[in-house]
């Protein structure tokens, strides 16, 4: 089984400055992929960026990039230029198989004006 | 269509009463999931579905949780004899490439049982 973990049940941020999420995970297997989702209050998940284990470079989109910490297990989440759109709840995850998620207990992200 | 559609909304259900929830999964999507999200919790695997086949469904809490996807595209969650732990949001998700590019979701059926 993986385990993932949030430590951060709420966070804010100003608006047009950065904020960093964190999450960190367990897992016994080799191949395994993360994500970063947003929830919005319509509950819609929605994929915001994704890492594949075995590739060192830390992915990025747009203004959104992760700190993929293999050997200590963290992959988080930093949000540039913040927008009032991107407040949300964040939720990590962590699969192997694809058939089954590991998700955190998420993050609340408010972003002030 | 063009997203994951979930009906109802909404529900509100007496306890002991039967439910079933639906999921619309996007066109030629093969691969299906089932997410049960309790409040200020993050979604948890219920079951998932490989066309018509389930090929897991280790995460259904009871045997009064039931899945379906007869025809491989459209899935059905049935509870039966719902009790107040049964309360949730229900997240049906569906991916074409499987885990590698992550799954699109739906906004969710939020359950409530008085």
């Known amino acids: 089984a993986q385990t993932v973990t949030q430590s951060q049940p709420e966070m804010s941020v100003q608006e047009a400055e950065t904020v960093t999420l964190s999450c960190t995970y367990d897992?016994?297997?080799?191949?395994?992929?993360l994500f970063w989702y947003k929830q919005p209050p319509s509950r819609q998940m929605i994929l915001v960026i994704r890492q594949e284990a075995y590739k060192q470079q830390n992915a990025t989109e747009n203004r959104f990039s992760v700190n993929f910490q293999k050997a200590a297990k963290s992959f988080s989440l930093k949000i540039s230029d913040s927008q009032l759109g991107d407040a949300a709840m964040y939720f990590c995850?962590?699969?192997?198989?694809?058939?089954?998620?590991?998700f955190g207990t998420g993050t609340s992200l408010t972003v002030i004006p | 269509g063009a997203g994951v559609s979930q009906s109802p909304r909404y529900k509100v259900a007496k306890r002991g009463q039967d439910v079933a929830l639906r999921c619309d999964p996007i066109s030629g999507h093969v691969s299906l999931f089932w997410y049960q999200q309790a409040l200020g919790q993050g979604p948890e695997f219920l079951t998932y579905f490989q066309n018509e086949a389930q090929l897991d469904k280790s995460g259904l809490p009871s045997d009064r949780f039931f899945a379906e996807r007869p025809e491989g595209s459209v899935s059905t969650l049935k509870i039966q004899r719902t009790q107040k732990e049964d309360s949730a949001v229900y997240l049906c998700a569906s991916s074409l490439a499987g885990h590698k590019v992550g799954y699109t979701f739906g906004s969710g059926t939020r359950l409530t049982v008085v």
């Open positions: 995850a962590c699969t192997n198989t694809g058939n089954q998620f590991y």
């Open positions: 897992t016994s297997e080799s191949d395994y992929y």
